[in-house]
Structures are given as structure tokens and as C-alpha cells.
């Protein structure tokens, strides 16, 4: 029986434990977790964000603790292998002759395209074994949730350890599953991880998603205050000094982790007024830019797993249990010491047994690495697009792959002849930084990144101000391809302070599965400074419409329009003429009072989105069996701090 003062007691423990946030980086070889919440040291000083990494369990009789205490006590092996009728999952699975990638079982589990899980660490040997019925769905699925739920379990333990109360948790995502829009890898990662994470969390925490890459680019560049840090960005910032001189600097940061390369770019704002403190940071990118791409420090272990394979084949002896992980392991601490490029003597592998030595040729060793070429093609590409802007900026090399001595003498050879060639051809001061130069604790950056992007989140109403929401008009030249190009200007529906709603007339052929209908669709977009740089016209007059701006406007000017994440090809619209239109209970009260206090402190706007059919005479059919609706619910993006369709429902 619970008494009164227990009842009393209860409420007030919860209502002192302050709200958090939980960063969680599901990587191809181990996870990371982190926590970020608001604080300040004394009752004068400004409010912090503050964080802290989520450690592994402690009791020395868990199979996931570490026995050697030089091993990193902030990293849960993310890897899963058979045993017996089931798989286990953690730091067991580094013991058996072959393991999968948690990363890429859920990859598989969400429908991932077969080609991008091929190319993912053990990609291959995962789709073997389940074709083979090595394992099964029940088995991965299994394996996944034990993995998340001792993540989850240690970040509870760690928030109550500190008096806190995770309210939001952010999932990370890999840049490059944006980049085949036909596959819908984005669509179909994202939808299975969040349904996933929705059935271990409380129903009153609120699920994220943002990019690994984002994520990894807001550790760099948000303040925040770490206990562990053993690097003061700030700081690092503040030597730039001159380079303030126009409030902001742009700062590409590129991520190579295991097995995916992301590239970011931000502009890093000051505040110019206090001795160049750093302020914020602000996404931006160009649609046209590729965003990431896979490779990274565990391909390698691809082609150097077949040398193993075959060289034990042609043992007479058999071989022990457990001896290939072990030759792997070797493998895998050899790697981080040599020099690809250069190395010019046999690796010996070693493992339990001396009779099973392994020795990989200098060219096999160039080989394996050459997974790394792809992706510092598609770097020095996107290089020059940022050069090409035409103001100084930094570059962060970030990610384990920069670990790897020869990938890291490589580039910053590569940086110090480009650094020279733009100073001198362009008059542009660049600069190149790697991150583990600067912080041993980079490990954690990109959980710890996605926990602070929730921190300083405006609510969408907000984010509104000045906005106008639209229809774009959006094409491509083969019906195949992955390529849109979209119309210099949008219709408006909405715009904050307005008064009213209007409708977009737009016209799709009549035959709804035409060629031309397949390479035609319609997107939302928002430009957040409408009402304030053009604003609608008299009540009787049709609205401006919103501007998209080029490239040029995106990256070195004001905020442009961009993208809201949601759009709907011509095939499944209403044939003919058409016309779109928004409404709803908080379209309502924002026109009524675009200050509504009930809309000011909610995390969510939700709006209903039409398209009709529209007869000769411009009246909407009502009844037509093809229309549309659709309920959107618009939040603030974690990382550009923009708005975003969350989810949408066809209803």
C-alpha cells in the first residue's frame, strides 16, 4: 500500500528531475549514447547545454562490460552472432568465426535495397545467410531488440543516476540513403527503426530522425559543455578571429566512419559584438550536392576475410573454433598502424594457434583499401562546389576512417596543396582540421550531436513567422532517373499573418499513368522570409508567388526556400485540372492569430492537405473519386532548425 507521504513523495522526485534528450548512433561496428540536457552552475549565470555519454554496464559478470580497462567504456559492440537457435548480440559476438553488422540487420529488417546492404561491412555474408536459412527474420529481429534495449537501459540508468528525464530521443541515419530516391531506403530505414524504437520507449517520448552527418557537423559547431571534452571548440573557433569579420564561416565537415562517408556543410555564426563568441550554426547545402556515400574503415575487412578463408583452406590441420575471429582481430589492430600506400612487407596474422599463421602481400593490403577511393572522389568533387562559392571556410575531417594512417597522410597532403592553389588562384583562405587531432574523445561526437540538436529546438509556430508554405512544381527529363528539376516559382497556400488560405491551380494529364505523369510531381515548400520581403497582395489580387532561389542565394545569401520533405507524383492526383488547398484547426487558429498562444508552445502543427478536381468552369468536384487528402504534421527539424513534414497520412 502506498502511503500519502509516498504518493507526495513520488511526484515531487518527478517533477524535480530535469527533461533530457537521448543521442543514439547505431554504427556498423559499435553504438554510441548521449545525453543532453539544460543547465547552469549558479542562478546568475546563463543556462547551458550540458552532456553525458552513456557508459556500458558496470557489473563486471555482464557479457557486454570490458574486461581490459583500456577499452572504450562508451561503446556497445553493434555486431550479432550465432549461437546455438538464436543470435547474441554484443561483445560475445566478437569471439565467433562470423558475425553480422547490427546496422546492417536492420537495414535488412527495414527492406533496404539489396544493393546498398551488399555494399555494407558483411552485407554479403548477412543476405547469404538468410537465403540459406543460417538465420532467420525471427533471429535478426531478436538480436536487434536485445541491442537497443541495453542502450536504452544504460541511457535510463545514466539519466536517473543525474536527476533526469529523457523526453526526446534522436535516431541517426546514414546521409546516403537520401541518395536513390526510387529505392525509398530513407523511407524504409527510418519507417522500421522509429516503429521499432516506438515499442521500447513510454508513449509520451518523443522519437527524431536526423542525419549521421548533421549530427556529427552540430558537435563541432553548437556549443555545449562536456566533463569529458578534452577539446574547446569555442575556443578552436575563436582563433579564427578575422575570418569573423562577416559574422559567419562556412565549415564542411566530412564523416568516414565504418562504413559511410557523409559530407555537411554549415555556416558557423558569431556574435561579432562579444569578442567573437560562437553562437549557432545554420545547415546549408545545395539540393544538387551529393550528401554521402558508402565506405569507410570496415570495407577493407571484406577483402582481407577471403585471404583468410582461403589461406586456412589449404591447411592439412583442422581448423580450431573460433580461430578465424581471432586472425580477423589481428587483423583489425594491424590495421590502424600501417600505411597503406607505402607499406612494402607481408602482415602476419596470428592467431590462438601458431600453425594457423596468415600473411595478406603488400598489394592484397593497396587492394583491400582501395574502398576508400569512391568516396574521396566524391569529396574532392563536392570540394570544389564549395570553392567555387567563393568565401573562406574550414574543413573537419571527422570519423574513425581518418584513424587509418594512410587515408590521413593522404588527405592532408592532398588539403595542403589545395589550401595553396586557393590562396593563390582565388584569394580564398581554407583550412583543414582533423577532429581526433583535436578531441580523444571524438567517438562519441555523432550521439552526443544528435542528443544537443533537440536542445534549442523553436516550436514550429515559430519557425512559421514570416512564412509562406506553397505547391512546387517539380519535373525530371527521364522517367527512370533520380534527377527532379523544379519551377523557379511556387503557388502559395498558406502564409502566417495573412488571413486567409489560398488555392493552387495546377493541371496533370488526363491519362493518369502517362509517361508524363511519371516524371511529374508536386512538392511543399516554405519561404521563410515571404511576409517579410514580399508578402501577399490586396484581398481581391492574386498572392506573389514564393521565389526559389539558386544556388548562389542558398549558400552565400539570406535564407532561401526550401524543401519540406513531402511531395506526391502526378499519377496518383486527380486527372486534368486540379486544384490544392490547406486546412485544419491550427491553420485556422494561426490565421485568426498568428500569436495564438495554444499553437506557441506546441512541438507540432498539423494541417490537411487537398487536391480536387477542378471542372471547365474552376469549380472544385467535390465528389470526384480521385481526390486527395492528406493529414501532415509539420515539427522543427533538429538540424537546419526549419521546418519538416514529419509524417503524412492519406486519409
Given amino acids: 500500500m502506498v502511503t500519502m507521504f509516498e504518493s507526495f513523495f513520488r511526484r515531487d522526485i518527478k517533477r524535480d528531475l530535469r527533461p533530457a534528450a537521448l543521442g543514439v548512433d547505431l554504427g556498423s561496428s559499435t553504438s554510441k549514447a548521449a545525453l543532453a540536457f539544460k543547465a547552469s552552475s549558479n542562478m546568475h549565470s546563463r543556462e547551458t547545454i550540458q552532456v553525458l555519454r552513456v557508459r556500458l554496464p558496470q557489473d563486471r559478470n555482464h557479457p557486454d562490460t570490458p574486461q581490459n580497462p583500456s577499452v572504450s567504456q ?26 553480422w553488422s547490427i546496422k546492417a540487420i ?39 531488440r536485445k541491442h537497443l534495449e541495453l542502450v536504452r537501459d544504460m541511457a535510463i540508468d545514466k539519466a536517473q543516476a543525474g536527476s533526469l528525464k529523457i523526453e ?35 508513449d509520451d517520448v518523443q522519437l ?50 565504418g ?91 596470428t592467431g590462438n594457434d601458431e600453425r594457423f599463421r596468415v600473411k595478406v602481400r603488400p598489394q592484397e593490403l593497396k587492394e583491400a583499401f582501395q574502398c576508400f577511393d569512391k568516396p574521396t572522389e566524391i569529396f574532392k568533387k563536392e570540394l570544389r562546389r564549395v570553392l567555387n562559392i567563393g568565401n573562406d571556410f574550414v574543413v573537419v575531417f571527422a570519423g574513425g576512417s581518418f584513424s587509418q594512417p594512410g587515408l590521413r597522410c593522404m588527405m592532408d597532403d592532398y588539403m595542403t596543396g589545395f589550401e595553396a592553389d586557393a590562396k593563390k588562384d582565388s584569394n580564398i583562405r581554407v583550412k583543414h582540421l582533423f577532429l581526433e587531432r583535436y578531441d580523444s574523445n571524438w567517438s562519441s561526437a555523432v550521439s552526443i550531436g544528435a542528443a544537443i540538436s533537440v536542445m534549442r529546438l523553436p516550436p514550429p509556430a515559430q519557425v512559421l513567422n514570416n512564412s509562406a508554405i506553397g505547391i512546387q512544381r517539380m519535373t525530371k527529363p527521364h522517367a527512370r532517373g533520380d534527377d527532379w528539376s523544379g519551377s523557379s516559382t511556387a503557388g502559395v497556400l498558406f502564409a502566417k499573418g495573412w488571413g486567409q488560405t489560398a488555392f493552387v491551380d495546377e493541371h496533370v ?58 511531395d506526391v507524383l502526378a499519377s496518383e492526383l486527380p486527372p486534368g485540372d486540379i486544384k490544392f488547398g490547406v486546412h485544419g484547426a491550427d491553420i485556422d487558429r494561426l490565421l485568426e492569430n498568428p500569436e495564438c498562444p495554444d499553437m506557441a508552445s506546441r512541438d507540432q502543427i498539423i494541417i490537411l492537405l487537398s487536391c480536387s478536381s477542378v471542372d471547365q468552369s474552376g469549380e472544385e468536384v467535390s465528389d470526384h473519386p480521385c481526390n486527395k487528402l492528406w493529414r501532415l504534421i509539420l515539427q522543427t527539424d533538429p538540424a537546419s532548425k526549419f521546418l519538416v513534414v514529419d509524417s503524412a497520412e492519406e486519409l
Fill in 509 to 566: 494529364s488526363t491519362k493518369p499513368k502517362s509517361k508524363g505523369n511519371r516524371k511529374l510531381k508536386f512538392a511543399l515548400v516554405c519561404d521563410p522570409t515571404y511576409m517579410a520581403t514580399r508578402g501577399p497582395c490586396d484581398e481581391d489580387a492574386p498572392s506573389e508567388a514564393i521565389h526559389i532561389g539558386c544556388t548562389d542565394e542558398v549558400l552565400s545569401g539570406p535564407l532561401a526556400t526550401y524543401d519540406l520533405g513531402w
Fill in 74 to 99: 562508451f561503446e556497445f559492440i553493434a555486431q550479432a552472432a550465432r549461437e546455438g537457435s538464436r543470435l547474441i548480440p554484443g561483445r560475445q559476438a566478437l569471439n565467433k568465426d562470423l558475425s
Fill in 106 to 144: 536492420l537495414m535488412h529488417l527495414a527492406g533496404v535495397s539489396i544493393q546498398a546492404i551488399k555494399r555494407m561491412p558483411g552485407g554479403n555474408d548477412l543476405l547469404s545467410a538468410c537465403q540459406d536459412g543460417t538465420i532467420t527474420r525471427e533471429m535478426e529481429e531478436d538480436a536487434l
Fill in 259 to 349: 562504413s559511410t562517408l557523409n559530407l555537411q556543410l554549415l555556416g558557423l555564426f558569431f556574435d561579432a559584438k562579444n569578442n567573437g563568441k560562437m553562437l549557432n550554426c545554420q545547415s546549408s547545402f545545395d539540393p544538387d550536392w551529393k550528401l554521402g556515400a558508402l565506405g569507410g574503415s570496415q570495407l577493407p575487412n571484406a577483402a582481407i576475410k577471403e585471404i583468410v578463408r582461403r589461406e586456412l583452406s589449404k591447411k592439412p590441420d583442422a581448423v580450431s573454433p573460433d580461430e578465424f575471429a581471432r586472425l580477423m582481430y589481428r587483423f583489425e589492430e594491424c590495421k590502424w598502424t600501417v600505411d597503406y600506400r607505402n607499406h612494402e612487407k607481408k602482415i602476419t596474422l
Fill in 168 to 202: 526526446k530521443v534522436v535516431l541517426t541515419y546514414p546521409n546516403y540513403l537520401c541518395e536513390r530516391e526510387r529505392d525509398r531506403d530513407f523511407e524504409h530505414y527510418t519507417s522500421y527503426y522509429l516503429t521499432l524504437m516506438r515499442s521500447l520507449w513510454e
Fill in 208 to 257: 527524431y530522425t536526423t542525419m549521421e552527418g548533421m549530427s556529427l557537423a552540430l558537435y563541432v559547431c553548437e556549443p555545449f559543455e562536456d566533463g569529458l571534452a578534452s577539446c574547446n571548440w569555442p575556443e578552436v573557433w575563436r582563433d579564427f578571429g578575422e575570418w569573423h569579420k562577416d559574422s559567419y564561416v562556412n565549415v564542411m565537415v566530412v564523416d568516414m566512419g
